[in-house]
């Protein structure tokens, strides 16, 4: 096999879901395929990470050329109420099923000693300092995954909210037990807008 081949082919494998197999089919599916396909492929690929960066606000994904996201930039939002969720895809999940038109905020990941993800690691400052500087009180809906990672995320945000003097600046809402045995990026809408919909005080 040429080791151009075999480059790709551990390359692919590398991706998550991929089996060495599967690697190996998507390797020869890109050798057989149009030149132009391959190169606008190998664009995209490029420009993910030169032409995408974060939101200044909410720490979501945007245009290089722009500081705020769509959600963030829009008048129309209700900026009063703050959907924290774990990953982009949740934030995706959520605006999908087209009934909220609040704001977020993303952390990327969980607290996670095991997985060598710590307070440090993740975006609590900015909303510390959203609540803060905030004029109004504030909603914080803790839109969480039911695993362990996420009970100590929403844990240590509760508590510092605390620690910090910030209680009578936010009202603390979780998701119902309607989520119970979903990830939100999994849900179906009718779980996911109930869950949302007879959220409970924190």
């Known amino acids: 096999m040429p080791e151009a081949l075999k480059q790709l082919i551990n390359s692919i494998s590398y991706l998550p879901w991929i089996w060495e197999k599967s690697a190996t089919k998507l390797a020869f599916f890109l050798?057989?395929?149009?030149?132009?396909?391959?190169?606008?492929?190998?664009?995209?690929?490029?420009?993910?990470?030169?032409?995408?960066?974060?939101?200044?606000?909410?720490?979501?994904?945007?245009?290089?050329?722009?500081?705020?996201?769509?959600?963030?930039?829009?008048?129309?939002?209700?900026?009063?109420?703050?959907?924290?969720?774990?990953e982009y895809l949740d934030m995706i999940t959520i605006e999908e099923s087209g009934w909220y038109k609040w704001v977020y905020?993303?952390?990327?990941?969980?607290?996670?000693?095991?997985?060598?993800?710590?307070?440090?690691?993740?975006?609590?400052?900015?909303?510390?300092?959203?609540?803060?500087?905030?004029?109004?009180?504030?909603?914080?809906?803790?839109?969480?995954?039911?695993?362990?990672?996420?009970?100590?995320?929403?844990?240590?945000?509760?508590?510092e909210i605390s620690k910090r003097w910030l209680n009578y600046k936010v009202k603390i809402t979780r998701l119902s037990r309607w989520l119970s045995s979903w990830y939100i990026e999994y849900a179906d809408n009718i779980t996911l807008i109930n869950a949302l919909k007879e959220r409970k005080e924190v």
Do not use: G, M
Request: net charge negative; proline share 2%.
């Open 105 to 159: 905020h993303i952390l990327w990941w969980a607290i996670s000693p095991i997985n060598w993800v710590f307070i440090w690691d993740l975006h609590f400052e900015w909303l510390f300092k959203k609540i803060s500087e905030s004029d109004n009180k504030l909603e914080l809906i803790l839109a969480t995954n039911p695993n362990i990672e996420w009970e100590a995320t929403s844990t240590y945000i509760t508590e």
């Open 31 to 86: 050798l057989n395929s149009n030149q132009n396909f391959v190169e606008t492929l190998s664009e995209n690929l490029v420009n993910i990470k030169e032409k995408v960066h974060f939101c200044n606000e909410c720490n979501s994904l945007t245009d290089i050329n722009k500081k705020k996201c769509t959600i963030c930039e829009s008048t129309t939002r209700d900026k009063k109420t703050i959907a924290i969720v774990e």
